[in-house]
């Protein structure tokens, strides 16, 4: 019986799109991934944590590297500003991508699709998940799909079991362990190789760091498919997805499907960016 670990985290721009993303690996890649986080990120630039929207705004840990730390409200970066800032993101991204046993999922949920479900199921008085949760749910049935699959090539005491380990949020964490049962008793086949998920703290788990970091980027490609469509994918992306196996995009009609499908241990939705050579095969 061997162990990994998954690690997600949120991303939420209130307004266009909603996120939640992470990477999976074993547990020993995962030690060793906080290790290399620790030393050629945070302790590199003095970074207390990453944060990559406050890397992409020049504001909380990275305010010290502005021209004038004091006045963060300026958005146009300056020449040597924006190469600083590009720089950490290359190595936060080289850091990720350097770990070639870690698979990442995601799940983006279009908010205006969102609000537009909520009024017309209202309308019929049933009730629709905060984001957060069908985003949550999604990364978590991936999850348990991809041990399910790597265990059924695997002898019984080979085969091995995922914790899932959410970046803390006191708002979410009390519905969070109801949904995780509901989700388990709705979903045996998935959930079977699933620990109970934890929330932890991302200064202590530095995994989640890079889960925020997938998090970002994967809101903003939807973001740039959906709205800005005249702009190039991110670079960060783009690299990224070296390491992604899946990513979905939750719009009103898989909004729609997902909502209205009776199938337990079932992804009703095809994914929108699948990278077939990163599963954990």
């Known amino acids: 019986m061997w162990h990994a670990a998954s690690y997600y985290d949120e991303s939420d721009d209130n307004e266009r799109a909603y996120a939640v993303a992470g990477f999976m690996g074993h547990q020993y890649d995962c030690v060793h991934f906080d290790l290399a986080w620790k030393e050629r990120m945070l302790e590199k630039y003095d970074l207390e944590y990453f944060k990559a929207s406050e ?11 502005r021209d004038d730390p004091k006045n963060v409200t300026k958005r146009l970066f300056s020449a040597r500003e924006k190469a600083l800032f590009d720089k950490i993101k290359i190595e936060s991204i080289d850091i990720i991508v350097g770990f ?68 803390y949020q006191e708002q ?24 109970p998920l ?10 989640l ?24 994918e991110r670079r960060a992306m783009t690299r990224l997805k070296e390491r992604v196996w899946r990513i979905y995009k939750l719009n009103y ?20 960016i699948e990278n077939k050579g990163r599963s954990l095969r």
């Open 55 to 65: 890397l992409n705004a020049g504001e909380g840990q990275f305010a010290k590297f």
């Open 100 to 167: 070639d046993l870690l698979v990442g999922f995601g799940a983006v949920l279009l908010l205006p699709d969102y609000h537009r479900i909520v009024k017309e199921y209202k309308r019929v008085n049933r009730s629709v998940p905060a984001p957060y949760f069908f985003c949550a749910q999604l990364v978590l049935m991936e999850s348990g799909l991809q041990m399910n699959s790597l265990n059924s090539i695997l002898s019984p005491s080979q085969q091995g079991l995922v914790r899932p380990i959410f970046d």
């Open 172 to 195: 979410y964490k009390g519905r969070a362990s109801q949904m995780f049962d509901e989700f388990a008793e709705k979903n045996p086949i998935c959930s079977k190789p699933l620990l």
């Open 198 to 207: 934890l929330y932890e703290n991302e200064q202590d788990y530095l995994m």
């Open 209 to 232: 760091q890079a889960a925020d970091n997938l998090a970002y980027e994967c809101r903003r490609l939807l973001i740039t498919r959906t709205y800005d469509t005249h702009l190039p």
């Open 253 to 272: 009609e898989g909004l729609k499907v997902i909502l209205e499908t009776n199938n337990p241990d079932v992804i009703p939705i095809s994914p929108e």
